[in-house]
């Protein structure tokens, strides 16, 4: 049995989506940002939200903070929504589904800038808080805070379904139909 290039191409694109959409899903499963007070006390912020294990002392500051659970609930909707996106628009072969590829790429990509680089930063501002390195708060207090590697899998995550649309879309492109010639000419 000889498997035509198209359907070749098509499981690829959809094998590549299944794993960006995995990535998608670690990305929100591991924090984005950390701010370590000690050895034992950090706050994480996540895809989804804050959580912390600070003592009674740093926690009244933050305690404002910490992502309910109806938010934390409505952000894995809005990925579950985006990777199921991802995943129909890698199986239609027609032009939108490199579309909703590229849209579910392009939106989780602005969802993790926006958390980041907006929302977190301005909060930190408040604190004075760097997003990166050391500061001193308060009464002398040490954060050493760091992006970490959560936040570049939700880009990568995000790069690799924007790569796949564009890949779908030319691929598209080149195996559309042709329309016949006729070969009856009206002047």
Do not use: C
């Not at 305690?63 to 990777?83: E, F, K, M, N, R």
């Not at 790569?163 to 002047?187: E, G, N, W």
């Amino acid at each position: 049995m000889k498997l035509g290039m198209n359907v070749v191409l098509a499981w690829v694109v959809r094998i590549l989506a299944i794993a960006a959409v995995a990535i998608m899903i670690v990305s929100f499963t591991r924090p984005w940002w950390i701010g370590r007070f000690s050895a034992s006390e950090a706050i994480n912020i996540y895809g989804w939200g804050l959580r912390h294990n600070l003592g009674s002392f740093l926690s009244g500051h933050v305690a404002g903070d910490v992502t309910p659970a109806w938010q934390a609930a409505l952000a894995w909707v809005y990925v579950g929504i985006s990777g199921m996106v991802a995943l129909l628009g890698a199986w239609i072969r027609k032009w939108w589904g490199a579309l909703l590829v590229g849209l579910a790429g392009l939106g989780y990509i602005a969802y993790a800038y926006t958390a980041l680089n907006v929302v977190i930063s301005d909060r930190l501002a408040d604190f004075s808080i760097s997003l990166e390195g050391v500061s001193v708060v308060g009464g002398g207090i040490i954060i050493n805070a760091a992006q970490q590697p959560g936040h570049e899998m939700a880009y990568i995550a995000g790069g690799a379904l924007v790569t796949l649309a564009v890949m779908k879309a030319v691929a598209a492109f080149f195996t559309r139909k042709k329309p016949l010639k006729s070969s009856l000419r009206i002047d």
